[in-house]
């Protein structure tokens, strides 16, 4: 009997909701075939029980780099990682809307990975763009209306979704307008672009309701294959509202699927 391959070392960027849950489950041996080496963050203070690694030497150290960090650090980290020729698995899909930041996490020598993060469904979306040209894609999120609070929001606008008490469209246009005005709630936007094969076909549009228990989304779409409606309500995060508590769970998944596990969804 051949002995198992050596775990995979992985590296995880961010230690926050995303980021803390994924590190920790890899240092406890909950994926198998992978192991933690350390994590990276900017926050005031250490992650309590995780190991805290330098970007360069967890880029050095790893096979696999989990990014959970945000749209900005994968932006500054992502092309160190692929151009030492470790893998990168992306939940800040969003910061993909960038044409120069696709292309230099796509040409290697590490893989770029993409997370299915907070939604459902793009292997069907990929499967359909295959067999031929999607028509119509839109998906709608709609989120607690504090959530949505961005930098780029006036006062007013940002004290009004705070306190209001009426559900209304902040945003409805490009899949990559709305993915890159909202960093941290509409990266599923860019998922469905990308799964879609085209950025041009995909509408986003971001609702704030101050009733929202569940972060929804709602994806349709249109084309040679058939029509299709998938509805994604997930509970936030205990941690951070602008996160759904699945989404770890997906980076795992991810993670696992990557080193080795079988009888996994690819
Ligand atoms: N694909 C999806 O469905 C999906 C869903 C939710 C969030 N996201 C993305 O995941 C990101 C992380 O979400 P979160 O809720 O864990 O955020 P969070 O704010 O709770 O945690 C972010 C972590 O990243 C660290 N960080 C920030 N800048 C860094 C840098 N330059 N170098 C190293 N570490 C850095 C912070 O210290 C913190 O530990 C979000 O910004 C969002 O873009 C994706």
Known sequence: MSAAPDPVPVAVLGAGAIGGVVARALHAGEVPGARLVGVVHADPEDPPGLPVLG???????????????????????????????????????????????????????????????????????????????????????????????????????????????????????????????????????????????????VSAAVVADPEAGLTSHVITARGAAGEYRFEIRNHPSELTPTTSGVVPHAVLRAVAGRTGATGVFV
């Open 55 to 201: 970007a360069d030497e967890a880029i050095e150290r790893a096979e696999l780099v989990v990014e959970c960090a945000g749209q900005r650090a994968l932006a500054v980290l992502g092309p160190k990682v692929v151009a030492r020729g470790r893998d990168l698995l992306v939940a800040s899909v969003g910061a993909l809307t960038d044409p120069g930041l696709w292309d230099s996490l796509d040409g290697g020598p590490g893989r770029l990975l993409l997370c299915t993060g907070a939604v459902g469904g793009l292997d069907l979306l990929r499967a359909a763009a295959a067999m031929g040209p999607l028509e119509h894609v839109h998906i709608e999120t709609t989120k607690r209306a504090s959530s949505l609070v961005q930098d780029w929001m006036g006062e007013d606008e940002a004290a009004e979704l705070r306190t209001t008490e009426q559900r209304r469209e902040l945003m409805n246009g490009p899949a990559r307008k709305v993915a890159s005005s909202f960093p941290k709630s509409a990266n599923v936007a860019a998922s469905v672009a990308l799964a879609a094969g085209d950025w041009d076909v």
